[in-house]
């Protein structure tokens, strides 16, 4: 009797590192490309400026949770202050944007940021839809804003693999140096790095050098990129077989065969 396959575990990664690392070029793609493999994916955006979405080829929207996700406590009631007002999953579908492949895309640091909101209830939405999703039926790839609050923040808690985007300079590598530390919370993730926008294996051996982190990918630097950009177009609808678009497929076939955990 032939033995059973066990279902190819979910990815659950969060891309972090310092502002304009590449990080959102690189989950965008991520993304695209599962969602092209049929898979269902949930993109998860807390970065407030636009990034992801225009990674993935969604055009620039509104696809928060709405202040009416989170639901604080009435005076006089014991029990948490702020809870979901749905369960996550059901937010997520309720939310989340679908774009092109069939990619689910959401926004949330948003919700309670706007005026009269705090940052407290975001941070809390968030934890929640996130650890919520656990258990759902889609990968997820998350993308943090650029720099170390967020990650330590607890914002990447919900993933079992933490991406740290690297460029070959001396700040970006400040940066990776220091999301490294994420590692060493016990029951914390794995964290590896992704060298980015790089010119030759000296650029990736600098990388892994200076940070200390395995470097599990190396995308290169690629004016097919900025071109995209130019143009408004996803990565990997630009041009599908550009350097940078080729090492993120090799990248999610490392995930893959790591069960999404390095
Ligand atoms: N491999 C690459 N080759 C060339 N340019 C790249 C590459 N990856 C990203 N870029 C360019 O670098 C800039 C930053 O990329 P991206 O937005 O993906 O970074 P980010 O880490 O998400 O930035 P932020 O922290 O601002 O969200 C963009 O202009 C993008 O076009
Ligand atoms: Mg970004």
Not at 35 to 42: D, N, R
Not at 70 to 89: H, I, K, Q, S, T
Not at 155 to 181: F, N, Y
């Amino acid at each position: 009797m032939a033995a059973e396959t066990a279902p190819a575990p979910l990815l659950r990664v969060a891309f972090v590192g310092k502002g304009g690392s590449g990080k959102s070029m690189i989950s965008g793609t991520i993304v695209r490309l599962l969602g092209a493999a049929g898979e269902p994916v949930l993109a998860l955006d807390s970065d407030p400026l636009p990034g992801l979405a225009f990674s993935v080829g969604i055009p620039q929207h509104d696809a928060g949770l709405p202040e009416e996700a989170v639901v604080e406590r009435p005076e006089g009631e014991d029990g948490p202050r702020f809870r979901l007002a749905e369960d996550a999953v059901t937010l997520a579908e309720r939310h989340a944007r679908v774009g092109p492949d069939g990619v689910r895309f959401l926004q949330i640091g948003k919700a309670g940021s706007r005026a009269g909101g705090n940052q407290g209830r975001s941070l809390h939405a968030f934890r929640h839809v996130a650890a919520g999703l656990d258990d759902g039926p889609w990968h997820l790839v998350g993308d943090l804003p650029g720099g170390t609050r967020q990650p330590f923040f607890g914002w990447a808690r919900w993933a079992r693999l933490v991406l740290v985007v690297v460029e070959p300079v001396s700040a970006s590598i400040l940066t990776g140096r220091r999301l490294a530390r994420l590692g060493q919370v016990e029951g914390g993730p794995r964290v590896v790095a992704v060298a980015s926008k790089v010119d030759g294996p000296a650029d990736t051996e600098l990388v892994a050098g200076r940070t200390g982190l395995p470097v599990i990918a190396a995308v290169p630097h690629d004016p097919a990129v900025a071109a995209a950009e130019r143009l408004g177009s996803a990565p990997l609808d630009h041009d599908p077989d550009a350097p940078a678009v080729q090492a993120v497929r090799s990248l999610l076939v490392s995930l893959r065969s790591a069960g999404g955990v390095a």
